[in-house]
């Protein structure tokens, strides 16, 4: 079985050997031509994109800079849209599911390392992380390897999540904690109590 094979699979693998260095170095030149545009030319940026992800729908943005150590690994769903850096270590797969929503400097990472200082130094791992549709994700958050977020989450701002996190809640803190369910009753507000002053605001 090679590095990558054991990358992918769960096991404890050297991450610089056999090929994965050159790999993340060509992700890396993909993230800096990102990232690096003059202007926001769509056209070009879709296309780095489309080279750089595994797999993505047809509405997707990444407010630059953006960075990822493989890309392949990446599947984002519709209407994906994250601020600005974002870094995915996605040595294992990370699934984001459609109209999900990333505030500014969040880090999702797979990899991980073991605790004792011996092992540490030679091998790492990486667990897969998803995270569901409708999911709004706040400012400087952490999602650690192997967490699932289910569909309709809030994560808020500062959150560093350890563990799964149950469809439709808000969660928070560190380590991120249920603090409630999301219901109908909030569908008409905006912000804490205030309540909408327009119509348009409900998706059918």
Known sequence: MTQKERMLSGLPYKSFTEGLPEERNKAKILCKKINEAEEYDPDKTAA??????GSHKENYYFEPPFRCDYGY???IGED????YNLSILDCAKVKIGDY????PNVCITTAGHPVHPLSRYIYEYAMPVTIGNDVWIGANVVINPGVNIGDGCVIGSGSVVTKDIPPMTVAAGVPCKVIREITDEDIDRYYKDRKFD????REE
């Open 73 to 75: 690994n990446i599947e």
């Open 100 to 103: 999900v929503l990333i505030g």
């Open 48 to 53: 780095l994109i489309h080279e750089l992800i």
């Open 198 to 201: 327009v119509d348009d605001y």
């Open 80 to 83: 994906f849209y994250s601020n």
